[in-house]
């Protein structure tokens, strides 16, 4: 390891807390790869935790910024902006769901303006608040995210937790019309759970989620933050199911790179936020949101909704041959290009070898091995990575036989 990384990351251990340990610097990044602080090449199978969609510094996306930078980079959200109206119209048309949206900055914030709406709407019909989400689910880290979140690890040493949250097991529905009572108002959960280790909804499970919430009027939000935006070969995950959710939320590729998160309502629940009722400084950004419109235009231009199932069907399919070929490997799942690699065992020496090769990936919990590749990925790359993969997995178990 040469001097440069060495230097960011002996900075980075003295003056930022360490909520992370990275053990990478990157300098920069351009479709499918990044370049570390040393100069070396690597493939991004993170995509920054599903950031780059459309891949690192998009020649669109990047001249989207720049010249809305150089035009209008903030405008209060007591006078509109073109970018983000425009956004907004956009996300309503590819959702299908005639609602409105709400801007914010973060998953987590997306998440908390769900929260609030349905609260908001069940305290005014019938006194109700109470949400229920998933165990190994996540939604993100402020405090009533984080009460969201069915995880220990998430909730430890921060409580009180706010109330008002009850949890159920993920794919089980006899286990979610348990905890809903006479309080309940909504159910959360993620099509894909993402940081829970890359688990698939069943079609069942969330037919029945939209059956249930129809039979005792509660809202159905799903959080897209992870799996939405072309991560799974639709623009949102739950279009996979043929069911509509009540609301959504994205952030994470919604901006192309910058932050921004974004509430999405259906006509029903379009109204339910009334002036001062909710707000966000930075919310709806003519910056990010020139980024988003940008991405979403590559997007659709660039085909990259099919190419993530194609390219998802050819991953998965490499990804089980090594489960076919290694007893520590125990299963491959996962939607589009959103995978996950089931490990008997931990995950995390196989992200290091898999880094040795140069190419990085993610985990998922204690026993996956999360991959998020750009949706820009190209046949070439993916079989490179997938020698990459092959031989880092060989190495690894080989070296413990
Ligand atoms: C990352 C994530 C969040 C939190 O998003 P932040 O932008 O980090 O606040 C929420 N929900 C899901 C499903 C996520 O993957």
Redesign the pocket.
């Known amino acids: 390891m040469s001097n440069n990384t060495q230097e960011v990351l002996n900075l980075y251990r003295k003056s930022v807390m360490g909520t992370y340990t990275p053990d990478v610097a990157i300098a920069s990044g351009k479709g499918v790869t990044v370049r570390d602080a040393d100069g070396l090449i690597l493939y991004d199978f993170t995509s920054g935790?599903?950031i780059h969609n459309v891949g690192h510094c998009h020649p669109k996306v990047v001249s989207a910024v720049q010249e809305q930078a150089a035009q209008l980079m903030h405008c209060s959200n007591l006078f509109a902006n073109e970018p983000a109206t425009k956004l907004a119209a956009k996300l309503v048309e590819l959702s299908g769901l005639g609602g409105k949206v709400f801007f914010a900055n973060?998953?987590?914030?997306a998440?908390e303006a769900a929260i609030k709406l349905a609260r908001k709407w069940g305290n005014a019909n019938g006194g109700r608040y109470e949400i229920v989400t998933m165990r190994q689910g996540?939604?993100?880290?402020t405090l009533a995210?984080v009460a969201a979140t069915a995880q220990g690890w998430c909730q430890e040493g921060y409580d009180p937790l706010p109330v008002g949250f009850a949890y159920a097991d993920y794919n089980d529905l006899e286990s979610v019309k348990a905890a809903v009572n006479e309080r309940t108002v909504a159910i959360m959960l993620?099509a894909v759970q993402?940081?829970g280790g890359v688990t698939p909804a069943t079609d069942e499970f969330m037919k029945g989620i939209r059956a249930l919430c129809d039979e005792k009027n509660l809202l159905m939000i799903c959080?897209e933050?992870?799996?939405g935006m072309g991560r799974t070969g639709n623009w949102f995950a739950w279009q996979n199911y043929g069911v509509e959710p009540d609301l959504f939320?994205l952030?994470?590729a919604l901006g192309g790179g910058l932050?921004m998160?974004a509430l999405v309502s259906n006509a029903k629940f379009a109204d339910v936020f009334t002036p001062s009722s909710h707000a966000s400084t930075f919310g709806g950004n003519p910056v990010a949101a020139a980024a988003a419109l940008a991405t979403i235009g590559v997007i659709e231009e660039e085909g990259l909704l099919d190419r993530a199932k194609e390219l998802g069907t050819l991953f998965r399919e490499a990804l089980q041959a090594e489960v076919d070929k290694h007893d520590k490997l125990l299963e491959v799942r996962g939607a589009g290009l959103m995978l996950g690699l089931v490990v008997d065992g931990e995950a995390k020496p196989i992200v290091q070898a898999l880094r040795d090769q140069g190419l990085l990936a993610l985990t998922a919990g204690a026993n996956v091995v999360r991959f998020l590749p750009p949706l820009v990925l190209k046949e070439e790359d993916l079989e490179e990575a997938v020698d990459m993969i092959s031989d880092a997995l060989d190495c690894l178990f080989d070296e413990q036989a």
């Open positions: 935790i599903g973060s998953g987590a914030e998440n996540f939604h993100g880290r995210t993620e993402g940081e959080d933050v992870q799996c939320t952030a994470k932050p998160g």
